[in-house]
């Protein structure tokens, strides 16, 4: 019988929230990435940002050495902050004393956790930066997106501070980057330092597309974002508002404004809040999941779950930002490219060598298990 005297791989990752229950975009990467990861063999000692109603569970227990929690920082100080208010609000000391407790590699999950990225007593570990979004882009676009005077300041100014803050990464012993697209920008950014492409982590295992025709359209999403607001009032507005075909809009927490807009439209309905087991069968039932943003970076996790469960999917070129996904989509990128593509593909079926082509497209790049063999050479050779 063969015993290993290899050591136990250890890994301290420090999360911008609690990532149970992996219920949207920054924390189901998080979270099925530890799973894969503890399928692997790696000891994950966990550190979570605690806030917004989200409570401590044990499930994370189950694939994690420990876990610890730390209260988020809320407020005027944080605000303040030369730092964004996404990063001064994360910070503990009780954080950065158990992180010297060791010497094993420390993978920050986002900017938001990157407080003590560049902290002198860190300066001899390997460390991590998890890629999710080019972040200042990101609050840039939701400075164009959203409405009201108040958000629009705090989002512009976020997006500067981001800008800035930006540069800490230099810090990073080596970028995980969730698109092709933002790798690019980071290695042109960063040419320093070691910047690799690794997909997001997400729920899926195989694709569970079902051939055939459905009578609807979808758009899924968390509706309170304005980015997501903004799309839907886009689609409802500019592409389904001459059309027969009827429009799903599902999400969490729809503005106000979005469900009076979609009441003016007898094809459009509104469904608030889905649990995971609806939204699910509303994407598997859906002859179309049409998925558009204005936000060329990171990656919408919506859309490999679309991919994995859905028939057709279409989208605009943003939606794809450097995925590797383009042959599996129809893009539309104008209200006529869009309803001519609808009308188009609400008189196909969807077909079993299309299934085949997405099995064949998202097993090379999309696999957990082979993505965490990725990570896990980067990090420990």
Same mark, same amino acid.
């Given at each position: 019988?063969?015993?290993?005297?290899?050591?136990?791989?250890?890994?301290?990752?420090?999360?911008?929230?609690?990532?149970?229950?992996?219920?949207?975009?920054?924390?189901?990467?998080?979270?099925?990435?530890?799973?894969?990861?503890?399928?692997?063999?790696?000891?994950?000692?966990?550190?979570?940002?605690?806030?917004?109603?989200?409570?401590?569970?044990?499930?994370?227990?189950?694939?994690?050495?420990?876990?610890?929690?730390?209260?988020?920082?809320?407020?005027?100080?944080?605000?303040?902050?030369?730092?964004?208010?996404?990063?001064?609000?994360?910070? &503990?000391? $009780?954080?950065?004393?158990? !992180?010297? @407790?060791?010497?094993?590699?420390?993978?920050? %999950?986002? =900017?938001? +956790?990157?407080?003590?990225?560049?902290?002198?007593?860190?300066?001899?570990?390997?460390?991590?930066?998890?890629?999710?979004?080019?972040?200042?882009?990101?609050?840039?676009?939701?400075?164009?997106?959203?409405?009201?005077?108040?958000?629009?300041?705090?989002?512009?100014?976020?997006?500067?501070?981001?800008?800035?803050?930006?540069?800490?990464?230099?810090?990073?012993?080596?970028?995980?980057?969730? &698109?092709? $697209?933002?790798?690019?920008? !980071?290695? @042109?950014?960063?040419?320093?330092?070691?910047? %690799?492409? =690794?997909? +997001?982590?997400?729920?899926?295992?195989?694709?569970?597309?079902?051939?055939?025709?459905?009578?609807?359209?979808?758009?899924?999403?968390?509706?309170?974002?304005?980015?997501?607001?903004?799309?839907?009032?886009?689609?409802?507005?500019?592409?389904?508002?001459?059309?027969?075909?009827?429009?799903?809009?599902?999400?969490?927490?729809?503005?106000?404004?979005?469900?009076?807009?979609?009441?003016?439209?007898?094809?459009?309905?509104?469904?608030?809040?889905?649990?995971?087991?609806?939204?699910?069968?509303?994407?598997?039932?859906?002859?179309?999941?049409?998925?558009?943003?204005?936000?060329?970076?990171?990656?919408?996790?919506?859309?490999?779950?679309?991919?994995?469960?859905?028939?057709?999917?279409?989208?605009?070129?943003?939606?794809?930002?450097?995925?590797?996904?383009?042959?599996?989509?129809?893009?539309?990128?104008?209200?006529?490219?869009?309803?001519?593509?609808?009308?188009?593909?609400?008189?196909?079926?969807?077909?079993?060598?299309?299934?085949?082509?997405?099995?064949?497209?998202?097993?090379?790049?999309?696999?957990?298990?082979?993505?965490?063999?990725?990570?896990?050479?980067?990090?420990?050779?």
């Amino acid at each position: 019988m063969f015993i290993s005297n290899m050591p136990d791989k250890y890994l301290h990752i420090v999360s911008f929230d609690i990532p149970y229950p992996p219920n949207y975009g920054g924390v189901i990467d998080v979270f099925y990435k530890i799973k894969a990861l503890h399928k692997k063999g790696i000891k994950i000692i966990l550190h979570c940002y605690e806030y917004n109603g989200r409570d401590r569970n044990d499930e994370l227990k189950k694939y994690c050495e420990k876990v610890f929690y730390y209260p988020r920082i809320l407020g005027l100080i944080s605000a303040l902050s030369l730092k964004p208010y996404i990063v001064s609000s994360r910070r &503990s000391e $009780k954080l950065i004393n158990n !992180l010297l @407790k060791d010497d094993y590699p420390i993978l920050f %999950e986002g =900017l938001h +956790s990157c407080y003590y990225i560049n902290d002198k007593r860190l300066k001899n570990r390997f460390k991590i930066y998890r890629e999710s979004n080019i972040e200042h882009l990101y609050y840039f676009n939701l400075f164009r997106a959203d409405k009201k005077t108040f958000n629009k300041l705090y989002f512009l100014f976020a997006s500067i501070k981001l800008r800035l803050y930006q540069k800490v990464l230099k810090h990073a012993s080596l970028m995980l980057v969730v &698109s092709q $697209k933002d790798t690019e920008y !980071l290695g @042109k950014h960063f040419p320093e330092n070691k910047v %690799e492409y =690794l997909p +997001s982590f997400h729920a899926n295992e195989k694709v569970e597309s079902k051939t055939g025709n459905g009578d609807y359209a979808l758009y899924n999403g968390n509706i309170e974002v304005p980015e997501n607001a903004h799309a839907v009032s886009y689609l409802i507005n500019g592409v389904f508002n001459d059309l027969n075909i009827p429009l799903v809009v599902a999400g969490m927490k729809p503005p106000q404004y979005i469900q009076k807009l979609s009441s003016e439209h007898l094809n459009v309905k509104i469904i608030a809040n889905p649990d995971d087991e609806q939204m699910f069968d509303l994407i598997r039932n859906a002859h179309v999941n049409i998925l558009v943003t204005s936000q060329a970076t990171g990656l919408k996790l919506k859309l490999l779950n679309t991919l994995y469960k859905g028939r057709y999917c279409l989208v605009n070129d943003k939606m794809l930002n450097g995925t590797n996904l383009n042959n599996l989509c129809e893009i539309g990128n104008t209200p006529a490219e869009l309803k001519e593509k609808l009308k188009t593909l609400f008189k196909r079926n969807f077909e079993e060598d299309q299934i085949s082509l997405r099995e064949k497209t998202l097993n090379k790049y999309y696999s957990n298990e082979t993505n965490a063999e990725k990570l896990i050479q980067g990090v420990f050779g």
